[in-house]
């Protein structure tokens, strides 16, 4: 079965540093989305991304991250200067439907996410 | 702003006990309410999608609801291999395609 895959599985890095998460969807995807989870809260929405572009955003998603498609597989995040609160799970999640006037009501496939630890 | 409030916030039953968890939504238009397990350390498992009030779903022991204000997940004699966290999510129509989650219910079911 299809499924969306996440490299590293944990990334160590010091404050300031840049980091690139990355993510395959599974490979008839049209919509990707990523997410993070702070250990012991909720699950939150940080951006979405169609199209080449991005479609929504949260204000957690400021200046600081990023997204892009480089090649058509990969899905990634990068976060420029990360900061201690930067510490969480991060999961990328898509979904198959083509966007058609009214959004789709498709469930979003989850990946095994990233645990990315500032020091 | 959408909210989503779950509890418990854990529960413990023992094998064969059969409970309900709770998510209760406040969203502007409901697009869609999901429900996901989530096991310790791994990404949200897709278990649900109910669109509209009176909508119910099974799969196994689970048995997922909806009403105007809140949704029921169902465990009908529950086995040790369904301890996980239990997240419920909502979308609304004003919102795209994200997401908002609830805190979740971590469920311990003891053999």
């Not at chain 2, 309900?20 to 409901?30: P, R």
Request: glycine share 6%; charged share 20%.
């Amino acid at each position: 079965e299809p499924e969306v895959t996440q490299t590293p599985s944990h990334q160590v890095t010091q404050m300031g540093q840049e980091v690139i998460l990355r993510c395959v969807p599974i490979s008839n995807h049209l919509y990707f989305y990523w997410y993070r989870q702070i250990l012991g809260q909720k699950v939150e929405f940080l951006v979405s991304f169609y199209n080449n572009e991005i479609s929504e955003k949260s204000e957690i998603f400021d200046d600081q991250f990023s997204v892009e498609r480089p090649d058509g597989s990969n899905f990634t995040l990068k976060i420029r200067s990360t900061k201690l609160e930067d510490s969480a799970m991060y999961f990328c999640a898509s979904i198959p439907t083509r966007l058609a006037g009214t959004l789709s009501y498709n469930e979003q496939f989850f990946g095994p996410g990233t645990r990315l630890t500032v020091l | 702003e959408d909210q989503v409030t779950q509890s418990p916030e854990a529960l413990r039953l023992q094998e064969g006990e059969s409970s309900s968890l709770n998510c209760s939504y406040t969203v502007s238009g409901l697009r869609g309410l999901f429900w996901y397990r989530q096991d310790p350390g791994k990404g949200p498992e897709f278990l649900f999608t109910l669109y509209s009030a009176g909508e119910e779903k099974e799969k196994e022991r689970l048995k997922a609801t909806l009403t105007k204000k809140e949704s029921f997940l169902h465990i009908t004699a529950p086995k040790p291999e369904d301890s996980a966290t239990y997240l419920c999510a909502v979308q609304a129509h004003n919102a795209g395609n994200m997401l908002t989650f609830g805190g979740g219910t971590r469920l311990m079911v003891k053999p």
